[in-house]
């Protein structure tokens, strides 16, 4: 049974977040220079930091780092646990009387070694002490700052966005898990995603449509009649039945439905609605041949009946691929820095920052906290999809890939990733509990390293099909999936052939959940 926290940094969290303090967004967790620090406000570059109790053995050290953080210009509140648990509105009107004042920006790394401090160390560190706090319980008066004049407070805004599009109307994201309507797929013909392979493909595809039609709908892209009355050939072949799979001809560029297919986003009050989350496709910023691609989630729109939502912030569109996402449904996402803040390599979205990011997942996709992992795997040509390294199997767990060659050069980048995990939060301030998941040994074809992970499942009604790869470790990942899904059997698809293409099963395949959440 997992435990939800009840600690300091529980109570606390549940009041900063959704920017409930002060109208500000707090984020947990976070990596702050060369620290990861309990809770940041990015907006009045404010540090709160939570410690265990007076006597603690790593007193000085907490002190050091405060220091440290006080140089590299942030400002730096230190409580006790037991002034959170205990005095928590005198912890929660002192944090707002900082949130108040304006404080500086952390000067840039060149400045840094010119500023000279005024202060003793002592003074650089905030903390309540506790006569403070008895005068406060007291009811005994204690001085305020005196909040800006409102000419003042323009000059001193908050950085803001805004995000034209639906964002009050109480949409979220539904995890994989939960009941699908259907699964979309686009069936293949662009022999340049599997150079020599693609008559292969046709009958993985087969398989995995075979599989998903026991438990929903399988809706196909085809491109002409042609091409659907070829799929269809392979799928009566296959055993599949036909009575579950509808064909949409929508023509696309390639078939991977999962990052040019529609993201669908639901309400289930005041009534239940689904919609899609327009977002944009370029490409991955790396191909030439997207644009039909694009326009697969407003063809998908207008042959459902379905309001399409344009996801803008600050009157720009904005691109974003299913597989560099995750989410449990309740609030947090799973995303990377390599895919969406690399401001040189396949940029999609320039200048866009990671606060930005935060605000579009929160209004558009109801992901108010965002868990932000480092690199993807090798051979990845999206540069770092998330759902090749790590994936929630439910709202508090995640399988995330584990490398224990220490010479291949996945281990260092998915390290990181484990140590990001272990000191990320869920929206609810508890821990992610955290299964790892082996990685096949390398695959190579045509001397180049193929993306070939087992966390690329995908999870349908009637099964969570998984890619296989003649590996020994193939039994290994089915044996912990299955451990995870009790409600519904885990099968391999052999994917040696579909790993060519730098995709596998979750890269083809994007849900369309039920519009009842059972």
């Not at 944090?95 to 003074?123: A, F, M, V, Y």
Request: hydrophobic fraction near 35%.
């Amino acid at each position: 049974m997992r435990r939800h926290p009840t600690d300091a940094e529980g109570v606390l969290w549940r009041k900063l977040r959704d920017r409930q303090l002060g109208g500000v967004k707090f984020r947990r967790q976070h990596p702050v220079g060369p620290y990861i620090v309990d809770f940041y406000c990015p907006e009045r570059n404010l540090i709160v930091e939570v410690d265990g109790g007076q006597h603690t053995k790593n007193q000085e050290a907490d002190e050091r780092r405060t220091q440290e953080l006080k140089k590299l210009g942030y400002h730096v509140l230190r409580f006790w646990n037991h002034e959170v648990l205990n005095l928590t509105d005198a912890v929660l009107e002192k944090i707002l009387q900082e949130i108040e004042i304006p404080h500086p920006s952390p000067l840039p790394s060149r400045e840094r070694g010119k500023r000279k401090s005024n202060c003793s160390d002592t003074q650089d560190q905030t903390v309540l002490s506790s006569s403070t706090f008895r005068r406060i319980s007291s009811g005994e008066s204690i001085p305020h700052p005196s909040p800006l004049p409102s000419r003042e407070r323009e000059k001193n805004p908050s950085r803001k966005g805004s995000l034209e599009n639906s964002s009050s109307l109480g949409f979220r994201m539904p995890a994989e898990w939960e009941l699908h309507e259907a699964t979309w797929l686009g069936w293949p013909h662009n022999a340049s995603d599997w150079p020599g392979k693609l008559a292969a493909i046709h009958w993985v595809y087969a398989e995995i449509v075979r599989k998903l039609a026991d438990g929903e709908k399988v809706r196909i892209l085809v491109n002409s009649k042609g091409h659907g009355d070829r799929a269809k050939r392979f799928l009566r072949r296959a055993g599949t039945d036909l009575n579950k799979v509808e064909f949409f001809r929508i023509p696309t560029n390639r078939g991977w439905t999962r990052d040019f297919g529609p993201i669908f986003v639901r309400k289930e009050h005041p009534a239940s609605e689904c919609v899609i989350a327009r977002f944009q496709f370029n490409g991955w910023a790396r191909y030439p041949d997207w644009k039909k691609d694009n326009q697969v989630p407003v063809r998908v729109s207008k042959r459902l009946n379905c309001k399409l939502l344009p996801i803008l912030f600050q009157g720009r569109e904005v691109v974003l691929e299913g597989g560099c996402i995750d989410v449990n449904g309740t609030g947090t996402l799973l995303t990377t820095d390599e895919c969406l803040l690399d401001a040189h390599i396949q940029v999609r979205n320039p200048g866009i920052s990671r606060d930005d990011y935060e605000m579009v997942f929160g209004q558009s996709l109801g992901a108010t906290n965002v868990v932000w992992l480092n690199k993807g795997i090798a051979g990845d040509d999206t540069h770092g999809h998330v759902d090749d390294i790590c994936r929630f199997v439910d709202q508090h767990t995640v399988v995330l890939c584990q490398e224990r060659n220490i010479h291949d050069e996945n281990y260092r980048s998915l390290a990181e990733n484990r140590e990001r995990l272990d000191s990320a939060r869920l929206e609810d301030g508890a821990k992610i509990e955290i299964i790892p998941l082996p990685m096949p040994s390398p695959l190579w074809f045509d001397g180049r390293r193929l993306p070939a992970s087992y966390a690329n499942f995908y999870i349908g009604n009637a099964a969570v099909l998984v890619p296989t790869f003649n590996d020994p470790h193939d039994r290994m990942a089915l044996g912990i999936l299955s451990d995870l899904f009790r409600d519904r059997p885990v099968v391999g698809i052999h994917a040696v052939d579909l790993v060519w293409g730098f995709g596998t099963i979750h890269c083809l395949t994007q849900q369309q959940p039920s519009l009842s959440p059972r």
